[in-house]
């Protein structure tokens, strides 16, 4: 399956120089210090990463779908899974609610800055009581004049301790509905904003880089010209960018299963027992033809689902397939690359021990295997 041209190949020479060099050599520091620095966006601003799909006169370099997924395969054989997943919220999960239905005006103020990672994006959407369910929101938005005033709060929120930029969705209480999906709208919502604090930074088992926050709205006053997209449809605009979330997600998981292959051979051609290196051994090979099979399969699924949705198509069933099918996926591979490193799998020091807990994530968040096999479902008409 030919998918990318020259000029992809070209971006993802670029893109991996940039994180052999600038990435790989700090992921230890930064998975002990919590948190990615912020000093890395703008030098990813300064090299065009962060709005290539983006229109030029925003800062953006126009280009095309699969553009991205060269950045976001990239960025997920840095061995951190905390980069990758920090990268993806800002360009694919927070900032498309102001590219896609922001007002003219509110593009011009902030897409330039977000382009050139001065202002790092969050997308606030989950709450305590709500996960997966969307339609569950509680936080509320009250119209008073010249702004919306919001209370409640969000919870597991990736970039939320550092992140400059929130796209929040509040249900809008004049727009009460007998559907529960109707009322929902989405904000911008800047970190100065008065009323709006981060609560806590969450520890977590895994993606240990990556800022997970729980945030808080007490009268929280947001200018009304930075409410989203129309009143009230909000909800259609998070499945919206929920497709792009997911697409990013099966990406991520292909391209940290392959590096973890990668790695795991490399093991157990060095690694000696019973006479001869593991690599020679039957039931050793044969695992990682399993895996490397099983990888290839969630590759040519993203990838066709990619083209399907990079050409208009309706795509919710695919997106959901791959989602589902790479995220367990990836799980089966930190098994089973875990097993073959033996006690080594079980240490800090190795790159492997990482991968297993950060891919435990991949069957929960942006929509849980369980959801994912509902949603199929509902496409097949059952």
């Given at each position: 399956?030919?998918?990318f041209a020259?000029?992809?190949?070209?971006?993802r020479?670029?893109?991996?120089?940039?994180v052999?060099?600038?990435?790989?050599?700090?992921?230890?520091?930064w998975?002990?210090?919590g948190?990615i620095?912020k000093?890395?966006?703008?030098?990813?601003?300064?090299?065009?990463?962060?709005?290539?799909?983006?229109?030029?006169k925003?800062?953006g370099?126009?280009?095309?779908?699969?553009?991205?997924?060269v950045?976001?395969?990239?960025?997920?054989?840095s061995?951190?899974g905390?980069f990758?997943?920090?990268?993806?919220?800002?360009?694919d999960m927070?900032?498309?609610?102001?590219?896609?239905?922001g007002?003219?005006?509110?593009?011009?103020?902030?897409?330039?800055?977000?382009?050139?990672?001065e202002?790092?994006?969050?997308?606030?959407?989950?709450?305590?009581?709500?996960g997966?369910?969307?339609?569950?929101?509680?936080?509320?938005?009250?119209r008073d004049?010249?702004?919306y005033?919001?209370?409640?709060?969000?919870?597991?929120?990736?970039?939320?301790?550092?992140?400059d930029?929130?796209?929040?969705?509040?249900r809008?209480?004049?727009?009460?509905?007998?559907?529960?999906?109707?009322?929902?709208?989405?904000?911008?919502v800047?970190?100065?904003?008065?009323?709006?604090?981060?609560?806590?930074?969450?520890?977590?088992?895994?993606?240990?880089?990556?800022?997970?926050?729980?945030?808080?709205?007490?009268?929280?006053?947001?200018?009304?010209?930075?409410?989203?997209?129309?009143?009230g449809?909000?909800?259609?605009?998070?499945?919206?960018?929920?497709?792009?979330?997911?697409l990013?997600?099966?990406?991520?998981?292909?391209?940290?299963s392959e590096?973890?292959?990668e790695?795991?051979?490399?093991y157990?051609?060095?690694r000696h027992a019973?006479?001869?290196?593991?690599?020679?051994?039957?039931i050793?090979?044969h695992k990682?033809?399993?895996?490397?099979?099983?990888?290839?399969?969630?590759?040519?699924l993203?990838?066709?689902?990619?083209?399907?949705?990079a050409?208009?198509?309706e795509a919710?069933?695919?997106?959901?397939?791959?989602?589902?099918?790479?995220?367990?996926?990836?799980?089966r591979?930190?098994?089973?690359?875990?097993q073959?490193?033996?006690?080594?799998?079980?240490m800090?020091?190795?790159a492997i021990?990482?991968?297993?807990?950060d891919?435990?994530?991949f069957?929960?968040?942006g929509?849980?295997?369980?959801?994912?096999?509902?949603?199929i479902a509902?496409?097949?008409?059952?």
């Amino acid at each position: 399956m030919k998918v990318f041209a020259e000029h992809h190949d070209m971006f993802r020479a670029t893109v991996r120089a940039f994180v052999e060099r600038e990435v790989m050599p700090h992921v230890e520091a930064w998975e002990a210090a919590g948190r990615i620095p912020k000093t890395i966006w703008p030098r990813m601003g300064e090299l065009g990463f962060l709005g290539v799909e983006y229109d030029e006169k925003y800062g953006g370099a126009g280009a095309d779908l699969f553009t991205t997924a060269v950045l976001h395969e990239e960025c997920a054989r840095s061995r951190s899974g905390s980069f990758a997943m920090a990268v993806g919220v800002h360009t694919d999960m927070a900032s498309p609610h102001l590219y896609w239905t922001g007002r003219e005006a509110l593009k011009e103020k902030y897409l330039p800055a977000i382009c050139r990672g001065e202002k790092l994006c969050a997308v606030a959407v989950t709450e305590p009581g709500g996960g997966s369910d969307v339609a569950a929101i509680s936080t509320r938005a009250t119209r008073d004049g010249t702004h919306y005033v919001l209370n409640g709060s969000k919870m597991f929120i990736t970039n939320g301790a550092l992140a400059d930029l929130y796209f929040v969705a509040a249900r809008v209480e004049a727009r009460e509905a007998t559907r529960r999906h109707q009322g929902i709208s989405m904000f911008l919502v800047e970190r100065e904003t008065p009323g709006f604090s981060v609560s806590r930074t969450l520890e977590k088992t895994g993606m240990l880089a990556s800022d997970t926050a729980e945030l808080t709205f007490q009268d929280a006053r947001v200018p009304a010209e930075n409410l989203l997209g129309r009143e009230g449809v909000g909800f259609y605009e998070v499945m919206r960018v929920f497709q792009r979330e997911r697409l990013v997600a099966g990406l991520h998981a292909v391209a940290m299963s392959e590096r973890a292959l990668e790695d795991t051979i490399a093991y157990v051609r060095e690694r000696h027992a019973f006479g001869g290196p593991l690599s020679e051994k039957q039931i050793v090979r044969h695992k990682l033809a399993d895996l490397a099979t099983l990888i290839e399969a969630g590759r040519r699924l993203t990838y066709a689902a990619c083209q399907h949705y990079a050409d208009g198509g309706e795509a919710v069933r695919e997106v959901s397939m791959v989602k589902l099918f790479t995220a367990e996926m990836a799980n089966r591979v930190a098994y089973d690359c875990v097993q073959l490193h033996g006690g080594y799998g079980y240490m800090r020091e190795y790159a492997i021990e990482r991968f297993a807990r950060d891919v435990r994530l991949f069957t929960i968040g942006g929509g849980t295997s369980e959801i994912m096999k509902e949603i199929i479902a509902k496409e097949l008409h059952l």
